[in-house]
């Protein structure tokens, strides 16, 4: 079964409005959670690192006022995308990797991602 | 800046035969690394990781072989199953916990 969680799945939103998209953790605690963004057929790029209680960190083009993430909890992470335009959409991903060194036995996972229209 | 690369945007292949996949990689540093398979409309899925220490790794019908000499790793697919038909990313760790992604290499299976 899924251990990260991505909710909605689908969403359509009016240009100009706002939309918040959820990423939990189901099965561990994540310190950090990562937010990335796929357009079709193309590679995922990374948009910013969310850390619990502190502040995002952003990839270098990414605007940190579109793109708010919040990270509350150790298993609760969320990416809202602000005055929303028709080329915001796209595919957005988020991953969660219990927290500790990434390596064997203690590796990334994805959620199902999140198809973000706006009309 | 370093990133990872493959060779191979599409790869046809007919059912039962094997695959193989591959992944150039140009950060010497990275010491991790991950294959994942993503299915249209999907997040990426997990297949197999290895570690830098070793240079091949086994899961059920899936084998990831690492060769640091020459920055080059690849995800070889037994038995090639219509549900194998996905995209596949490798992805390289050197810094912290986040991934560098290569390109994709799309994998077709016909039957």
């Known amino acids: 079964g899924a251990v990260v969680s991505q909710h909605p799945s689908r969403v359509i939103c009016k240009s100009g409005t706002s939309v918040k998209i959820e990423c939990r953790s189901l099965?561990?605690?994540?310190?950090?959670m990562f937010w990335y963004r796929q357009f079709p057929k193309q590679s995922l790029m990374l948009m910013a690192t969310s850390n619990e209680g502190s502040k995002a960190t952003y990839e270098q083009g990414v605007e940190k006022d579109k793109f708010l993430i919040n990270h509350a909890s150790l298993t609760l992470s969320t990416l809202t995308v602000t005055s929303a335009h028709p080329e915001d959409s796209s595919f957005y991903i988020c991953?969660?990797?219990?927290?500790?060194?990434?390596?064997?036995?203690?590796?990334?996972?994805f959620g199902e991602g999140s198809w973000l229209t706006v009309v | 800046g370093e990133s990872v690369g493959l060779h191979l945007p599409t790869l046809s292949v007919q059912e039962g035969d094997n695959s193989i996949i591959n992944c150039a990689y140009s950060n010497s540093a990275s010491d991790y690394f991950i294959w994942y398979k993503q299915e249209s409309g999907k997040g990426p899925q997990f297949i197999i990781d290895i570690r830098s220490n070793m240079d091949k790794r086994q899961g059920q019908r899936v084998t990831v072989l690492l060769n640091k000499t020459v920055k080059h790793l690849s995800l070889q697919i037994a038995a090639t199953q219509p549900g194998d038909s996905a995209v596949y990313f490798c992805?390289?760790?050197?810094?912290?916990?986040?991934?560098?992604f290569g390109g994709g290499t799309r994998l077709m299976v016909k039957p």
């Open positions: 992805a390289e760790n050197n810094a912290g916990n986040m991934l560098t």
């Open positions: 991953s969660a990797m219990p927290s500790g060194r990434v390596g064997s036995g203690n590796t990334i996972y």
């Open positions: 099965d561990f605690q994540a310190t950090t």
